[in-house]
């Protein structure tokens, strides 16, 4: 569970180090507007950081989606969804205010031209959706494979797994139906 929990810090901090970029940005252009080569650079850096730290989080979530499909672990994919899943929810409304707030008002300042630049973030965030998803996609495929799904069943869970706000009421719905398995190989005396 070590892949979850580094899953979701890895998700934050990405989100928190636009936030600081954005604090370092605005302070830079109030006490150093002369010289914004320096800041430009240091916004490069900060977003192929997160961009880098991103794709290698999703490689190694999709890589072990596939190791645990392939072992049948349905316990540990339900686990592993429901804790990405469910524990990435404050961060993509965090998220959410937070772009719509930056967004509104850079709209605002330039009478509408901002639009072209939202386009970004909402890439880096649907990314995001999507590699939190493997585990969803992986366990309705299980649950396919094990025969408790149908094949129509199983096109609509992977394709609400890949929606904002659906792949939630995905994950509750196959969370709720599909409770844990008992462990059967311990046997009592």
Known sequence: MKLAKYTL????????S??????LNIIWSITQYDNFDLMQWLNYLIIGLNAAYNIVLAIINIINSIKLFRNN???SLRKYM???KLGAVPYFLVNFIFYFCLYTVGFILTLG?????VITPILITYLSV??????????????YKQK???AIQLLIHVLLQICFIL??????????KNKPEKNLSIISP
């Open 9 to 16: 810090v890895g998700i934050y901090l990405v989100f928190f």
């Open 18 to 23: 636009a936030v600081l970029m954005l604090i």
């Open 73 to 75: 672990d349905y316990n």
């Open 82 to 84: 429901k804790l990405i």
């Open 113 to 117: 031209l901002a639009i072209f630049s």
């Open 130 to 143: 999507l590699y939190t998803s493997v585990y969803g996609i992986g366990f309705t495929a299980l649950l």
């Open 148 to 150: 408790k799904l149908t």
């Open 167 to 176: 792949d939630v009421i995905s994950t509750i719905i196959l969370l709720v």
